[in-house]
């Protein structure tokens, strides 16, 4: 048995790296009271959107909505 140095025209097989998971994608979310950019509510927006969830909201003042 001989060891054969690989053939340099070769070029080593490139993989596609997976496209990312994206549980919700197509999906709508609604997210009700969202209080402020520190609230639970704020946390979950962020998860679904990263899912690829679309987002519709309420907030619960004009304050919140900055």
Not at 4 to 24: G, H, I, W, Y
Request: hydrophobic share 45%.
């Amino acid at each position: 048995m001989s060891l054969q140095s690989p053939d340099a025209s070769e070029a080593p097989e490139t993989v596609a790296s997976p496209a990312p998971f994206k549980p919700l994608e197509g999906k709508v979310v609604l997210v009700v009271g969202v209080a402020n950019a520190h609230s639970i509510t704020t946390g979950c927006v962020k998860a679904f959107r990263a899912a690829g969830a679309h987002i519709v909201m309420t907030y619960l003042n004009a304050k919140a909505r900055a």
